[in-house]
Antibody
């Protein structure tokens, strides 16, 4: 059974940093692109970033470029999102998803709240 | 960036009735179009990919169509478990973009 379990969310102040993690299981992690997608409370979905199997390609949405860094550890079947210089508008549930195009599995998400 | 526009924002339908949701892309995405279903408090689930291929676990009453810039999701006979929010998403180019969603509610 495919499982994606996010962790690392929480309440931070504007300008602070947070690192999200996603533990993947039930499939061959190295066979897949992986991505982060977010959803602000009561709002729609927004892609954040994706990463190729060997980390040779990474893509970011413009509003997050330079502040967020996606990475993975294939030995640990884990995906990460380092978020720096957080803004109030980054408040959202962050989902770890399998795939870089139309993700077929989604984690349950981790809530990031940015507020002073 | 490709802008995805869904209509209507809310669709009120009685159980057993047919529901048709629309999604328009600001430029052609070919058939690189997916639909997702999201219920309250849950993560989205992939419903349709390639504009018309149903994902595992969804019944045949769900069907997708279209290509280029105009797409539809049809639910032939709504069941109680189908009331949810549906999102379309293009994966033709980066950045991947979603529509704003259509909420299918009980009439």
């Amino acid at each position: 059974e495919v499982q994606l379990v996010e962790s690392g969310g929480g309440l931070v102040q504007p300008g602070e940093s947070l690192r999200l993690s996603c533990a993947a299981s039930g499939f061959t992690f190295t066979d897949y692109w992986m991505s982060w997608v977010r959803q602000a409370p009561g709002k729609g979905l927004e892609w954040v970033a994706n990463i190729k199997q060997d980390e040779s390609e990474k893509n970011y949405v413009d509003s997050m470029k330079g502040r967020f860094t996606i990475s993975r550890d294939n030995a640990k079947n884990s995906l990460y999102l380092q978020m720096n210089s957080l803004r109030v508008e980054d408040t959202a549930i962050y989902y770890c998803v399998r795939g870089g195009w139309c993700p077929d599995y989604w984690g349950q998400g981790t809530l990031v709240s940015v507020s002073s | 960036e490709i802008v995805m526009t869904q209509s209507p924002a809310t669709l009120s339908v009685s159980p057993g009735e047919r529901a048709t949701l629309s999604c328009r892309a600001s430029q052609s995405v070919g058939t690189s179009l997916a639909w997702y279903q999201q219920k309250p408090g849950q993560a989205p689930r992939l419903l349709i990919h390639g504009a018309s291929t149903r994902a595992t676990g969804f019944p045949a009453r769900f069907s997708g169509g279209g290509s280029g810039t105009e797409f539809t999701l049809t639910i032939s006979s709504l069941q109680s478990e189908d009331f949810a929010v549906y999102y379309c998403q293009q994966y033709s180019i980066w950045p991947r973009t979603f529509g704003q969603g259509t909420k299918v509610e009980v009439k």
